[in-house]
C-alpha cells in the first residue's frame, strides 16, 4: 500500500516538505498491498519458506526497491535529506527484496508513514506487520513521539490495511478530510461569475497580494500578523505558515487583508512536481470575513493566478479538514464539488509511544 500525499500537521509529510492542516488542508492517497489478515502471524510461523529478513536500506538500492512503490514515491527512494527524514526499510528473501516500508518526518515529532507493499507471492506471511514492527522500534530509539498515516477512502484492500493497524494497536481511524481535485481550466464551468465577484469584493476592502507581491518586508509583516492572530486565538494553531513559505509558489499563495494591511487571511500554493499537481497545504480566513464572501474570494484570485502561471490543464487538488463550520471543505465542495475529477475522504490513524522510561527499546 502507499499512502501519501503530501504532510504537515496531524501531521503531514512536515511542516518543511508538502503537507499541513488547511482551514485548511493535506495529503495522501495510497495503493494499498499489504497482505496482512489475522491470521498473517501465524502462517507467517508455519509456512515452509523461511522468513525474509528486515533490512534498512539506502539510496543505492533505489533500482532494485522501484517495483515495491508507487511511482510517485520513488523520490523516496532517493531522497538523503536529513530534514525530510526518510526511512527504508525493507524484506529480503535471500537476495530478493520481497517487501518495502517508507516513512517520512512529519511535524511535532512525528513520523509519517507513507508507504507499506508487499510482492504479491509474498503476501498472507505476516510481511507487512513485520516491516511495521521494525519501524516502531526504530522510531522509538530515535526519540520519536509517534507516527501517524493517512490513506484514501478509495485505496485498494483498505480494510486490510486497518487491521494490520490495529493489530499492531494505533488508534481507530478517522474520517478527517475531503480530498478534491481540479483541472483549473475547468473554473469558469464551476464559478461563472469568478472576476466580477472578485472585483466587488474588493471594491468593498478586500485586498489580495501574491507573496511575490509583497516582496520581503511584506512576508515578514504577514509573519508576525500571522502568529498575532494564531496567539489571539482568531487562527488555529495548524495555521502558521512559517514551515510552508519556503517551499510556497511566490506567484501563486495570496495573503488576504484590508486596505490597512491587517491580514485576515491566507492561502498557501505549492507545486508537487513529484505528483504532478498544485496543492493547497494550508489556508485560513478570520470568522468574521467568512459571511462577506472572502474564503470565496481568496479561492477565486488564486486559481486565477495559477492559471495565468500554469495554464488550463492544470490540476489542482485540496484536502481540508472535514467537519469544521463554514470552513474551506464545505464552501468548496458545495461550489464547485459537482466539478471536480476527483473526490474522496482520508482516513487518519496514529500510534503515539510511551514517554522513553516506559519504552521497550
Not at 495573503?255 to 485576515?264: E, F, I
Amino acid at each position: 500500500m502507499d499512502l501519501k500525499s503530501s504532510k504537515t500537521n496531524l501531521r503531514a509529510c512536515d511542516r518543511n516538505n508538502q503537507d499541513k492542516r488547511f482551514g485548511t488542508v493535506g495529503l495522501a492517497h495510497a495503493q494499498s498491498d499489504t497482505g496482512a489478515s489475522p491470521m498473517n502471524d501465524l502462517i507467517a510461523q508455519t509456512i515452509d519458506t523461511p522468513l525474509p529478513q528486515i533490512r534498512t536500506v539506502t539510496s543505492a538500492d533505489a533500482s532494485r526497491l522501484s517495483a515495491l512503490t508507487a511511482g510517485s514515491l520513488h523520490w523516496m527512494l532517493e531522497d538523503d535529506r536529513p530534514e525530510v527524514g526518510i526511512c527504508r526499510l525493507a524484506a529480503f528473501a535471500g537476495d530478493e527484496p520481497v517487501g518495502l516500508l517508507l516513512s517520512c518526518k512529519g511535524g511535532d515529532d512525528l513520523q509519517e508513514l507513507t508507504s507499506v507493499m508487499v510482492a504479491k507471492a509474498w503476501r498472507g506471511r505476516g510481511i507487512a506487520t513485520m516491516l511495521l514492527s521494525e519501524l516502531m522500534k526504530q522510531l522509538r530509539q530515535i526519540g520519536r513521539k509517534g507516527v501517524f498515516a493517512r490513506w484514501s477512502s478509495q485505496l485498494p484492500r483498505a480494510s486490510e490495511f486497518a487491521r494490520l493497524l490495529a493489530s499492531a494497536g494505533w488508534s481507530q481511524p478517522q474520517v478527517t478530510r475531503r480530498r478534491m481535485s481540479w483541472r483549473i481550466g475547468d473554473w469558469p464551468q464551476a464559478f461563472p461569475d469568478r472576476d466580477r465577484i472578485l472585483a466587488r469584493l474588493e471594491a468593498r476592502g478586500l485586498v489580495v497580494r501574491s507573496l511575490a507581491e509583497l516582496g520581503a518586508d511584506g512576508i515578514a509583516d504577514f509573519t508576525a500578523q500571522n502568529t498575532a492572530l494564531i496567539a489571539a486565538g482568531r487562527a488555529p494553531e495548524w495555521s502558521d505558515t512559517s514551515g510552508w513559505l519556503q517551499v510556497a509558489d511566490q506567484d501563486a499563495t495570496v495573503v488576504l487583508s484590508d486596505r490597512n494591511g491587517a491580514v485576515a487571511g491566507w492561502m498557501v500554493c505549492v507545486l508537487q512536481p513529484q505528483f504532478g499537481r498544485w496543492y493547497i497545504p494550508q489556508g485560513w480566513v478570520v470568522a468574521e470575513k467568512v459571511p462577506l464572501g472572502w474564503l470565496v474570494g481568496g479561492i477565486a484570485s488564486l486559481c486565477r493566478r495559477l492559471e495565468a502561471k500554469a495554464g488550463p490543464d492544470a490540476i489542482l487538488i485540496a484536502q481540508p479538514p472535514a467537519g469544521i463550520p463554514g470552513g474551506m471543505e464545505r464552501m468548496l465542495y458545495k461550489q464547485f464539488g459537482d466539478h471536480t475529477v476527483a473526490t474522496d475522504f482520508l482516513f487518519e490513524s496514529e500510534f503515539v509511544f510511551a514517554s522513553p522510561e516506559q519504552c521497550e527499546i
